[in-house]
């Protein structure tokens, strides 16, 4: 056996595990995610947009996770009386400073991946700035379906 035959066996034994787990479950839920990377949670969301599969927001999503807000449908999300949406600035660790430093252009991309609706309750609320900034209860509750 060649490494190409073992590679291609791995690879559709691979891809026919995600086939499959996408199609037993029907929804995916959110509930303590904390964030992080931004191009993966893009790629993650475009994979869950294109599923079909509907998202249950029960819990904090934080950061770089709102971004389900703009790229999921509305009408696949749906929060619980626990789901919390946090907002900031885009960054990036600067290994020098040892620190997370805002960046504008990040900013700027991230907001245009939030649906109208999202954005204008950023502006309201003072924009994305390092301080996080929490939608959450009635207000998230008038924006999106109760899950049920």
Same mark, same amino acid.
């Given at each position: 056996?060649?490494? $190409?035959?073992?590679?291609? *066996? ?18 995916? $839920?959110?509930? *303590?995610? #904390? ?16 599923? *079909?599969? !509907?998202?249950?927001? &029960? ?13 999921? #449908?509305? &009408? +696949? ?10 907002? +900031? ?5 600067? &290994?020098?400073? !040892?620190?997370?430093?805002?960046? $504008?252009?990040?900013? !700027? ?5 939030? #649906? ?7 502006? !309201? +609320?003072?924009?994305?700035?390092? +301080? ?17």
């Amino acid at each position: 056996m060649t490494w $190409r035959t073992i590679l291609a *066996g791995a690879l559709a034994s691979a891809f026919f595990g995600v086939l499959t787990s996408s199609m037993a479950s029907a929804e995916v $839920r959110i509930g *303590g995610d #904390p964030g992080g990377e931004v191009s993966s949670y893009i790629q993650k969301y475009e994979q869950i947009r294109e599923s *079909g599969e !509907r998202v249950v927001i &029960d819990g904090p999503c934080l950061s770089a996770c709102t971004l389900v807000t703009g790229i999921v #449908p509305r &009408d +696949h999300i749906c929060v619980t009386e626990r789901a919390v949406l946090g907002f +900031h600035a885009a960054s990036y660790y600067d &290994d020098v400073s !040892r620190s997370l430093v805002p960046t $504008r252009r990040g900013s !700027r991309l991230v907001m245009s991946f939030y #649906p109208p609706q999202i954005r204008r309750w950023i502006g !309201r +609320h003072g924009g994305l700035t390092p +301080h996080l900034i929490r939608l959450g209860g009635r207000e998230l509750a008038s924006l999106y379906n109760t899950c049920r």
